[in-house]
């Protein structure tokens, strides 16, 4: 169905994903539970694990979507953070829970958890698939973790190289002669 080839490794299957999604879902709807339940997905990395993760939410779980900046057009981050849509909701006193799919330098998250906890919400947090403890410039308090991951380029479910990959099932590293680092 794919060309493997692109990738040395399948790091998450498909399988595991779910299995893992399953966790943190019982986890978050204990925690939730009778809290009405704001999810803030990050566009557009986050797109599969928020459908995936509110698949397993009660129905009054709500979503909202913002589109944040960090990365210029390279695979390096800039550092510099900024709103390319942000959400409709009104977040004062709202459970809001940030979804992710990956923590890489934590800038982003850092940047997102400034900006919506100083909207009025009556809590804010974060749920990640992955993270890359290696590659962190900036500790983000993540309260729902799937994997930490090394420090490697990695695509699927969500993540892209130069808007690609996205739409696989599972997370893989892209081989460094498909991004071109020499
Ligand atoms: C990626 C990823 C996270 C962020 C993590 O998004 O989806 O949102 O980078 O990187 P950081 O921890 O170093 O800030 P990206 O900016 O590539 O946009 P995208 O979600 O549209 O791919
Ligand atoms: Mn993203
Ligand atoms: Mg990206």
Redesign the pocket.
């Known amino acids: 169905q794919f060309d493997m080839s692109d990738f040395s490794e399948v790091l998450v299957s498909e399988n595991a994903i779910g299995r893992k999604l399953d966790e943190m879902a019982a986890q978050i709807r204990a925690d939730y539970e009778g809290k009405d339940l704001l999810l803030v997905g ?5 797109v599969m694990v928020m459908a995936d993760l509110a698949r397993r939410m009660p129905p009054a779980v709500q979503m909202d979507w913002m589109a944040v ?3 210029g057009s390279g695979t390096k ?1 800039s550092g510099v953070v900024r709103i390319l849509k942000d959400l409709d909701a009104d977040l004062t006193g709202r459970h809001v829970l940030i979804v ?10 850092s940047w997102l958890l400034g900006n919506l906890r100083s909207r009025g919400a009556a809590s804010v947090e974060v749920a990640s698939l992955l993270r890359k403890p290696d ?1 962190a410039k900036v500790e983000v308090p993540v309260t729902y973790l799937g994997f930490d991951i090394p420090n490697q380029f990695v695509v699927g479910y ?3 190289f130069a808007e690609s990959y996205r739409t696989l099932p599972f997370v893989a590293v892209l081989k460094p002669e498909v991004y071109g680092d020499k």
């Open positions: 990050v566009l557009k990395g986050a900046s960090s990365y981050s992710e799919d990956i923590i890489d330098t934590g800038v982003t998250l590659a969500g993540l892209d």
